[in-house]
C-alpha cells in the first residue's frame, strides 16, 4: 500500500522543461563537473534546488563542451516543487549569475526527455575574419586573420548532407556509439565579416562539428579541395581531417522534438539573435 | 652641446597614435592603477613597453570608467622604438589579451596629442528590454524588464543639444572643470530589443552620460515627464537627477580630431560594428 503511494506521487512529479542559454566562456561545459570545476549544469541545478526546494537534477539535450556556448539549450527534471511555471523565468533570473539565462519554462509530458526526446539539434560556428580582432565579437567567434574562400567550403559542405559515417570527425573520448548521423542542413554565409556555419543532424559526435570546421578551414584558405575533403570524410580516419577548430566559435542554437511534445511551440526561439 | 644634442633627439621621437578597442568587463577602468588592480592602460603600457623596447607612458582621450567599454578609444605616446608602424597591429594582438585590440596605428605629428587635440567624443549607451536576460549582450548592455517608452526619452533629449551646463548630471569626484558642454548629437534609436542612446560633445563630465541614461530611464518609465527633465537639467543641481546607470551599457565609439591631424581619415571607424 505504501509502495503504491509512493509510486503514485512518483507518477505525480512535475516534468519541468527550460529552454536556456549560456554565454560558456568560463565554464568547464554544461555537464556536471567535480568541485572545484564548474559546469553549467553545477549552478543550474543549485539555483534550481533552491527554486524548487529539493535536490534537482537535470538531463539535457547537449553536452556542450568546455567554452561552447548555447542560445538554444533544453534541460528537463522531475520535481515536487510547487513554483507556477509563470513565475520560473523570473526566479531564476534572480539566483543565476547573469552568464546564464532560463529563457522559457514549459510544463511537459511526463515521458518527456529533453535527451532522448530530441529529434535534430542545430549548431552554428562563427568565424571571423579581418586586420584585427574584436574584443566584444571575439569571445564567440575564431578569429582567421587571413582570408577564407567561401564556395570551395560549400561545395565541401554539399558531401555532408544526408545519412554518412562522420568517423573522420570524431575525436577520441567520446561515448562509444554509432557513427552514422542524418545531417539535415550544413550551410555556411557571409555576414560583413563573419562566415556563419550551421549544421542541422539527428545527433553530433563529440567534437564533430569543430572537426568539420578544422577541415573546411583548410578548403577555405586552399590547403585542401572540396574533394579531399570528400575523400577525408569517405576514408573514416580521424588522422586524415585537420586540427580540431576552438570551441568558443561554436553555440548550440536549437533542439527540436516530436510536435506531440509542445516544446517547440512552447519555446520561442526567435528573441536571442543568433 | 650634449645638451643641444639631447633636445633634438627629444624633438625626434615619433608620436605614434593608436585606435584601440576594449572589453572593459574586467578592468578598472582606462586610467592607469596600481597593482594588484588593473586597467586597461597598464596591460597596454607594459605590452607596448615589450614592443618599442623602452618604458611607454601613454595619454588617452577618454577616461572611461571601470567596466565601459571603447570601440573607438585613441591614445598616443611618443618613443624611439624603430618597429615600422605597419608591424603594430599585428606584433600588438600577439602581446595583448583577446579583450584588447589595437585596431590601427599611426605615424602622427609631434604636436597631436590624443587628449588635448580631440574635437569631439561619440559615446553609446545600450539597453536591453525583453522578458528574460541574454547571457550574449548582457555584457554590453543595462537590461530593463519593464518597458520603456521611447518617444518621451527623444523629446527630453531635445534639451540636451546645443551648449549647456550640466552640472545635474555630473558626479562628485570628478577634475573640477568647468560644468558647460556643447552636445552636436542626443538621440535614442530602437533596434530590435535594444534601445541605443547616441551622444556626441566637445567632452563630457564625470559620469556624465550615465547620469544622464539615469535620469532618461525615469523618462521613459514614465516617472518623469519630458518637462521635468528640462527642469531638471535647468537646476544645475545633481540632487534632482535618478540615480547613475550602470557602466556596462556604455561604449566610447569614436573621438574626432581637426582634419589637420590626419587621424580621422587614419583610423577607418566603420570596420567595427557597433
Known amino acids: 500500500m505504501r509502495q503504491k503511494h509512493k509510486m503514485m506521487m512518483k507518477a505525480r512529479r512535475r516534468n519541468i522543461a527550460l529552454l536556456v542559454a549560456y554565454d560558456g566562456t568560463i565554464y568547464h561545459g554544461f555537464q556536471?563537473?567535480?568541485?572545484p570545476i564548474v559546469a553549467v549544469q553545477n549552478i543550474l541545478e543549485e539555483k534550481l534546488a533552491l527554486l524548487f526546494g529539493?535536490?534537482?537534477e537535470l538531463a539535457a539535450a547537449g553536452r556542450t563542451d568546455a567554452g561552447v556556448h548555447a542560445r538554444g539549450q533544453v534541460v528537463n527534471f522531475f520535481t515536487d516543487g510547487t513554483i507556477p511555471i509563470e513565475r520560473i523565468v523570473r526566479a531564476a533570473e534572480g539566483l543565476l549569475p547573469s552568464d546564464i539565462v532560463?529563457?522559457?519554462?514549459?510544463?511537459?509530458?511526463?515521458?518527456?526527455?529533453?535527451?532522448?526526446?530530441?529529434?535534430?539539434?542545430?549548431?552554428t560556428y562563427r568565424i571571423l575574419q579581418g586586420t584585427a580582432g574584436d574584443p566584444f565579437r571575439g569571445r564567440y567567434a575564431?578569429?582567421?586573420?587571413?582570408?577564407?574562400?567561401?564556395?570551395?567550403?560549400?561545395?565541401?559542405?554539399?558531401?555532408?548532407?544526408?545519412?554518412?559515417?562522420?568517423?573522420?570527425?570524431?575525436?577520441?573520448?567520446?561515448?562509444?556509439?554509432?557513427p552514422a548521423r542524418t545531417m539535415e542542413t550544413a550551410t555556411v554565409n557571409v555576414e560583413g565579416d563573419t562566415i556563419?556555419?550551421?549544421?542541422?543532424?539527428?545527433?553530433?559526435?563529440?567534437?564533430?562539428?569543430r572537426n568539420l570546421i578544422g577541415t573546411l578551414v583548410d578548403v577555405g584558405l586552399g590547403i585542401k579541395t572540396p574533394d579531399e575533403f570528400a575523400e577525408i570524410m569517405a576514408a573514416r580516419s580521424r588522422s586524415l581531417a585537420s586540427?580540431?577548430?576552438?570551441?568558443?566559435?561554436?553555440?548550440?542554437?536549437?533542439?527540436?522534438?516530436?510536435?506531440?511534445?509542445?516544446?517547440n511551440d512552447a519555446f520561442d526561439h526567435q528573441r536571442l539573435k543568433s
Not at 155 to 176: C, I, Q, Y
Not at 196 to 209: D, E, T
Not at 244 to 263: K, M, Q, W
Open 32 to 35: 556536471r563537473q567535480t568541485p
Open 54 to 56: 529539493e535536490p534537482i
Open 102 to 123: 532560463v529563457r522559457q519554462a514549459f510544463e511537459a509530458d511526463p515521458d518527456f526527455s529533453a535527451l532522448h526526446s530530441a529529434k535534430t539539434k542545430t549548431y
Open 142 to 178: 575564431w578569429y582567421i586573420r587571413r582570408s577564407l574562400r567561401v564556395k570551395p567550403m560549400a561545395t565541401a559542405l554539399l558531401h555532408v548532407l544526408g545519412k554518412h559515417d562522420f568517423s573522420s570527425f570524431r575525436a577520441a573520448g567520446g561515448a562509444p556509439m554509432t
Open 196 to 209: 556563419l556555419f550551421r549544421f542541422c543532424a539527428n545527433g553530433f559526435l563529440y567534437h564533430m562539428v
Open 243 to 263: 586540427p580540431t577548430a576552438p570551441a568558443h566559435g561554436l553555440c548550440l542554437e536549437r533542439v527540436e522534438y516530436p510536435i506531440s511534445c509542445g516544446i
